[in-house]
């Protein structure tokens, strides 16, 4: 967590104030596209490695299959970017890939008319520009393109990820992550760049939140209590694959129409069970939850305290309702104070 900090309070030791934490705020929220991100990092490449000296030397075009930032460093390795302005996925990685595998073969000539169409000016040269911004002056075109160094940038990231860097990286690819979080403090931006070094770190800040109805309209002889008792989360129906969008960590609040959010629970791990629901066979997924809390019914969250708590107008029909970071803490935070 970011706290913009009143250096006369910190001298007296006085808590930090709740007002004072900088909160996470998604790209979305703030109208902040891809491409926006994209160039900022571009334009300040040395600051997102800051361990590394780099030159861009790249940024796609569209409707063309090329990454979205190249760069080098002063020993001629390419870096090669790939942005997404959402949670990472596998698809990312397999872009990633597909651009080692071509822009990794490319000869000095070729990079070097990249980066004209780059600069929009064929007179540049990228051997002498990597020369005098890096500070070598020793390169050679046989120097140029010998290493590629492959980074997916996003803002989030998931086990499935992770397991899949690891992977490739134990396979001796010198691939990366890293995320980026933008956050607000009284009306002040700020976006910081994590160097993910920690992966499985990472999935313990990076759990989700959501409120899951407990579907009891449409189930047959419902019992809420029995229901609690199970300690579980569970779609039905034609979207009972929507189950496997939980993933181990992730907070659930269970929702239960006309009287408010009726537990939490946090998902055990990524399995998930059958069983029948309303008569058909296996009707139903579900997942257990741990650290389960049942609430009572004076302690309900209602609709009315859920719009007041996330400042808000839920519209609670869906059977799954994804919160931001913000919103899930607060809603926890209320949980736990009951």
Not at 35 to 58: Q, R, S
Not at 279 to 305: P, R
Request: hydrophobic content about 35%; proline content about 1%; charged content about 30%.
């Amino acid at each position: 967590m970011i706290y913009k900090i009143d250096l006369n309070e910190i001298r007296a030791g006085k808590s930090i104030a709740y007002d004072n934490k900088a909160k996470r705020i998604s790209p979305e929220d703030l109208n902040i596209t891809e491409k926006n991100i994209e160039d900022y990092i571009a334009n300040n490449i040395k600051e997102v490695l800051p361990t590394t000296d780099l030159m861009t030397i790249f940024q796609e075009r569209k409707w063309q299959e090329e990454p979205d930032i190249m760069a080098m460093n002063g020993k001629g390795d390419l870096y090669i970017f790939e942005l997404k302005r959402i949670q990472a996925s596998e698809d990312n990685i397999l872009q990633l890939l597909r651009y080692a595998q071509k822009f990794g073969s490319y000869e000095y000539s070729e990079i070097n008319k990249m980066y004209q169409v780059y600069k929009n000016d064929n007179q540049f040269s990228l051997l002498d520009d990597l020369n005098k911004n890096l500070g070598n002056n020793i390169l050679s075109q046989n120097d140029i393109n010998n290493k590629q160094h492959l980074y997916l940038i996003t803002n989030g990231t998931n086990e499935d990820t992770i397991k899949k860097i690891k992977f490739w990286k134990s396979n001796g690819l010198d691939i990366n992550l890293i995320i980026y979080w933008i956050f607000e403090n009284n009306g002040n931006y700020f976006i910081e760049f994590n160097i993910c070094k920690d992966l499985e770190g990472l999935l313990e800040y990076e759990k989700r939140y959501y409120i899951v109805n407990t579907n009891s309209r449409f189930t047959q002889n419902f019992n809420l209590e029995t229901f609690l008792n199970e300690e579980k989360v569970g779609i039905q129906g034609d979207i009972k694959n929507r189950i496997k969008t939980f993933k181990k960590g992730d907070i659930i609040f269970l929702y239960q129409n006309g009287d408010g959010i009726v537990a939490r629970g946090e998902i055990k791990d990524n399995q998930f069970y059958k069983k029948d629901w309303n008569g058909v066979k296996e009707d139903e997924y579900y997942m257990e939850l741990s650290d389960f809390k049942k609430l009572t019914s004076k302690n309900y969250l209602t609709k009315k305290m859920l719009d007041e708590i996330c400042k808000r107008n839920f519209v609670l029909t869906p059977t799954i309702i994804y919160l931001s970071e913000n919103e899930g803490k607060d809603i926890d935070d209320s949980i736990k104070n009951l």
